[in-house]
């Protein structure tokens, strides 16, 4: 299986600055269609997880061009460009390579 | 729009059996792969299970392997979720979600809370 690890597991922000999340999985998540099969969910408090970037780098519809993803091969970026207030709550990557699709532990934001 | 709301969770003994039902609409179900995905109390999320967009692919996650089954009814939009020897660490909410064309799940239910207690 591969393995998912996120830094930082918690991250305090001040409204207006930005903020970044790392993702990096135990084997390449680049598939031979060139794509690179990660993904990022916010779990706002008491929640269902939603669907923030696809393949990367590929905002879901409705998502605010303040967050965008970066990365390839084993190494990976969330960044938020100024934090707002209804950014918090747990961010998770998620490989979707290979079954089983596995999480990382994710990473809490919360507003200083 | 697109709704997912999944329902059958409940109290149930361990070594008992449990059927989730997803119900979703707002979109062409039979084109796409079903998932399933749980977050045990005050801990993360973990993929469970999916089952392709015709039925006839399943893959599941190891510690549920020959427990769990996974099945669809296109006719209906249903997926359901069919747990059998339930332990104490398949506890958790249980979350049905839509596949994205692109890679992962863009589409999630509310949840559905599976507690296995003696």
């Known amino acids: 299986d591969i393995v998912m690890t996120q830094s930082p597991l918690s991250l305090p922000v001040t409204p207006g600055e930005p903020a970044s999340i790392s993702c990096r999985s135990s084997q390449s998540l680049l598939h031979s269609d060139g794509k690179d099969y990660l993904t990022w969910y916010l779990q706002k408090p008491g929640k269902s997880p939603q669907l923030l970037i696809y393949l990367a780098s590929t905002r879901a519809s409705g998502v605010p061009d303040r967050f965008s993803g970066s990365g390839s091969g084993t190494v990976f970026t969330l960044k938020i460009s100024r934090v707002e207030a209804e950014d918090v709550g747990v961010y998770y990557c998620?490989?979707?390579?290979?079954?089983?699709?596995?999480f990382g532990l994710g990473t809490k934001l919360e507003i200083k | 729009q697109v709704h997912v709301v999944e329902s059958g969770g409940g109290v149930v003994q361990p070594g008992r059996s449990l059927r989730l039902s997803c119900v979703a609409s707002?979109?062409?179900?039979?084109?796409?792969?079903m998932h399933w995905v749980r977050q045990a109390p005050g801990k993360g999320l973990e993929w469970v299970a999916v089952i392709s967009s015709d039925g006839n692919k399943k893959k599941f996650v190891d510690s549920v392997d020959g427990r769990f089954t996974i099945s669809r009814d296109n006719s209906k939009n249903i997926v359901y979720l069919h747990m059998n020897s339930l332990r104490v660490e398949d506890t958790g909410l249980y979350y049905c979600a839509k596949g994205n064309r692109g890679s992962g799940f863009d589409y999630w239910g509310q949840g559905t809370l599976v507690t296995v207690s003696s």
């Open positions: 998620m490989e979707g390579l290979q079954t089983p699709y596995t």
């Open positions: 707002g979109f062409d179900f039979r084109n796409y792969g």
